[in-house]
């Protein structure tokens, strides 16, 4: 984490947010804590993608700190308020097509998976589970992903 808040220049993680200039576009870095420790989303201006690795994607959302991970989902609800947002890319899919099912863990061939691509609804939908959910984080599955709290 100390390589990420010194490299993106974030004084305050998870707090702040970065923009990292790629020489012809804008990217905007934010802290997502919870999934791991050093978890970052990364918001392209110019497609409007946001890219949240396994914090939201189709599929088991392991969840290591529960207050840091529902933290984290309200600053990229609060992020997103403002932005185009054309989709949430995670970092994999573990859900077929079907609502509510997901692969078994480790299966390599998954001919009806769910499509990569989430939106902003699916991370509001995510907030609002963890609201009901408050401190006592339980599995929890939706239509499109499952809340998976990991026992430390």
């Known amino acids: 984490m100390e390589a990420l808040t010194e490299f993106f220049h974030l004084p305050k993680w998870p707090e702040d947010v970065a923009h990292y200039d790629l020489g012809d576009r804008v990217i905007d870095v934010v802290p997502i804590p919870g999934h791991q ?28 700190d529960a207050k840091a991970f529902a933290a984290s989902v309200d600053r990229l609800v609060e992020f997103t308020r403002t ?27 998954q001919p009806d998976e769910h499509s990569l691509e989430l939106g902003r609804a699916h991370l509001l939908e995510l907030q609002d589970a963890l609201r009901q959910m408050g401190d006592g984080l339980q599995r929890r599955s939706l239509r499109n992903f499952t809340v998976w709290p990991v026992a430390r």
């Open 83 to 109: 932005k185009d947002v054309a989709h949430v890319l995670g970092a994999h899919v573990e859900n077929t097509r079907t609502p509510y099912v997901d692969y078994p863990e480790g299966t390599a061939f």
């Open 37 to 64: 420790s050093a978890s970052i989303a990364i918001y392209d201006r110019r497609t409007g993608i946001l890219l949240t690795g396994d914090t939201l994607y189709s599929g088991r959302l392991y969840v290591r």
